[in-house]
């Protein structure tokens, strides 16, 4: 009985304890808003993000195999604690190098030949945000958004060979703004995945005309919530911890 007991008590505790946490993939941030006044951009991780990551993001647009040039990179170390799954994380002045900063972790312009335009575009911009071994290097990409759309005359390729799609990481907002923001539900939702396609819906965004004056405006960072639905293993192994609490009283009592 001590036996059976013991095996309970290990196997509750490897369900509960904590694993090391997978390479992020794509899909595994998305957008929640960009603003073209203050030069910034902030969004969710779903998935937690392991302690000291790196991540770059670029303005550059992607042709299918290579980013142009012309635009900026920047650099975000995530700093010292994993990142929980649902935590928003705001970028704020990326244009300016002794002002920009993030609510988690730090932020750098990456050092990159050629970029001298670190300010975004409300007419037509994408940023993307990728792993890599350096800011050029092959990138591995997580999340994208752009102003306008993924398709089209001046923005094809934006999309291919990435893993992203709409829904899936990637956010087309249409014809430009100086500042738009996620506004859909952000609770209630059984998993950090079922906000893939919440999120990347435009009809949860607001859609705030060109020509404002939105450097000021402050996302919303409110965390993204799951209501969590146990897994049938869960059940099992709760069922044999009180079948075994409860022979274990009945011997007690014999």
């Keep these: 009985m001590k036996n059976h007991l013991a095996l309970t008590v290990a196997a509750a505790a490897a369900l509960v304890s904590h694993s090391a946490v997978a390479a992020l993939a794509a899909g595994d941030l998305a957008f929640t808003s960009i603003n073209a ?26 042709n299918g195999s290579s980013f142009n040039s012309g635009e900026s990179y920047h650099r975000w ?26 609510s988690f972790g730090t932020l750098s312009r990456a050092s990159v030949s050629g970029s001298n335009n670190f300010g975004l575009s409300a007419s037509e911009d994408s940023v993307y945000a990728y792993t890599a071994s350096s800011a050029t290097g092959t990138p591995t990409f997580l999340a994208a958004i752009t102003t306008t759309a993924f398709t089209g005359a001046t923005s094809a390729g934006l999309l291919t060979n990435t893993g992203l799609s709409i829904g899936n990481g990637a956010i087309a907002l249409g014809g430009g703004a100086e500042y738009e923001e996620y506004i859909g539900s952000r609770s209630g939702a059984a998993s950090f ?62």
Excluded: C
């Design 193 to 254: 995945t079922a906000y893939k396609a919440q999120v990347g819906d435009i009809a949860n965004w607001t859609h705030n005309a060109k020509n404002g004056n939105y450097a000021t405006m402050v996302p919303d960072t409110t965390a993204f919530a799951v209501t969590a639905v146990p897994e049938p293993q869960t059940y099992a192994l709760m069922l044999s911890g009180l079948l075994a609490v409860g022979l274990m009283a009945r011997r007690r009592r014999g």
């Design 37 to 62: 006044d203050e030069d910034g951009w902030s969004l969710v991780a779903l998935a937690d993000i392991d302690a000291n990551s790196t991540i770059y993001f670029t303005d550059n647009e992607w």
């Design 77 to 102: 170390v995530s700093g010292g604690a994993t990142i929980a799954a649902g935590t928003v994380i705001r970028f704020q002045n990326i244009d300016d190098a002794t002002s920009l900063s993030a």
